[in-house]
């Protein structure tokens, strides 16, 4: 029987899911989720990926979140994808801000609160 120590070597190593947000040289937003959102971008800005972006490119990752797990990566893709555009728009100002170090309300996982944040 393995140690202690031998059998945590041989689990799987948990994965960071993120859920992620791509703006298309239309300008219309894409919300998807991934463990690596910049190489996600990467496989959408090169024509592999979805299909939602055969019409119009991707242009840019404008947003990203941290979530603990697929199944809450999930759950807060589909809260972010009901939120009204003007809505997105918001969460990816607050999320540049954040970036910049002028804001930092969005300094968070996603499991903390998977509901959408008020935005108004």
């Known amino acids: 029987?393995?140690?202690e120590s031998t059998q945590h070597t041989l689990e799987p190593a948990a994965r960071t899911w993120w859920v992620y947000m791509v703006r298309a040289e239309n300008g219309h937003l894409y919300t998807g989720i991934s463990t690596d959102p910049q190489r996600r971008f990467r496989q959408h800005a090169s024509?592999?990926?979805a299909r939602f972006f055969n019409r119009s490119p991707a242009q840019a990752l404008v947003?990203?979140?941290?979530?603990i797990d697929h199944s809450d990566a999930l759950r807060r893709e589909l809260a972010v994808k009901a939120?009204?555009?003007p809505a997105k728009e918001k969460l990816i100002r607050l999320f540049a801000d954040a970036e910049a170090g002028t804001d930092t309300r969005l300094n968070r996982d996603c499991a903390a609160d998977p509901a959408p944040a008020k935005l108004d």
């Open 1 to 3: 029987m393995p140690s």
């Open 47 to 49: 024509g592999k990926g």
């Open 63 to 67: 947003w990203q979140e941290i979530c």
């Open 83 to 85: 939120l009204a555009k």
